[in-house]
């Protein structure tokens, strides 16, 4: 079982739904959940960061963390063809030094005017 | 623009070869780390780097090293390529070592080797 695992999609939905992109995760010394976006081509992009468990809100995006089902979720409302690009799922353990994140293999997805 | 920056762009060699891939990181970032991003493998982590120290190996193959310089650059060399090898290589930087890191990517390197 790999430590973190992603649905590639794809995912296609219409303009201005919500989309739901999900990563579950083996490690239960996780404690920091990163999100990232990567449009085709490009660097990855951080997006959203939460620690522990609950939830975060930035504008149309909301993460969220559920530590006892080891379990985390994106939330895109409205979305709009500009969120079109692989969301990437990332966690890493508490440390003072040695800090690589996991990464999912990332969702691809696609917004359709 | 994550501040981050990495050249080539592009790299097309042959199998056998030899290659070096450069980054900057952000200004003021100490720590920089290397991934591999392939269709099959998603994103692997590397190696890490922290102020011209190495912090953390990941699934760096022996033909693959690193360093970082006195000016906190970092390069990637990769020997004796393979054709497996062919990927995206990012590297990315982060302010702290310790957790929380938020890592900023570059927009990397893509490596083709026929």
């Known amino acids: 079982q790999k430590e973190v695992e992603q649905d590639p999609g794809p995912l296609s939905v219409p303009e201005g739904a919500i989309v739901s992109l999900n990563c579950t995760y083996s490690?239960?010394?996780?404690?920091?959940f990163m999100w990232y976006r990567q449009y085709s081509r490009k660097g990855p992009e951080l997006l959203m960061y939460?620690?522990?468990?609950g939830n975060k809100e930035d504008g149309r995006f909301t993460a969220q963390v559920d530590k006892s089902s080891k379990y985390i979720s994106l939330f895109i409302r409205d979305s709009q063809p500009s969120d079109s690009a692989t969301y990437l799922c990332?966690?890493?353990?508490?440390?003072?030094?040695?800090?690589?994140?996991?990464f999912g293999k990332g969702t691809r997805l696609s917004v359709i005017a | 623009d994550s501040g981050v920056t990495q050249t080539p762009k592009h790299l097309i060699t042959a199998t056998g070869q030899r290659v070096t891939l450069r980054c900057s990181p952000r200004?003021?970032?100490?720590?920089v780390y290397w991934y591999q991003q392939s269709l099959d493998q998603g994103l692997q982590f590397l190696i890490q780097?922290?102020?011209?120290?190495?912090?953390a190996k990941g699934n760096i193959l022996e033909r693959f090293s690193a360093q970082q310089f006195p000016d906190l650059h970092s390069e990637l060399n990769l020997s004796s390529l393979e054709l497996g090898d062919s990927a995206l290589y990012f590297c990315?930087?982060?302010?702290?070592?310790?957790?929380?890191?938020?890592?900023?990517f570059g927009p990397g390197t893509r490596l083709t080797v026929l």
């Open positions: 990332a966690m890493s353990t508490p440390s003072s030094g040695n800090t690589p994140l996991v």
């Open positions: 990315a930087s982060s302010a702290r070592v310790a957790t929380p890191n938020e890592q900023f």
């Open positions: 200004s003021g970032d100490l720590s």
């Open positions: 490690n239960s010394a996780f404690q920091y």
């Open positions: 780097y922290y102020n011209g120290e190495e912090r």
């Open positions: 939460t620690y522990s468990s």
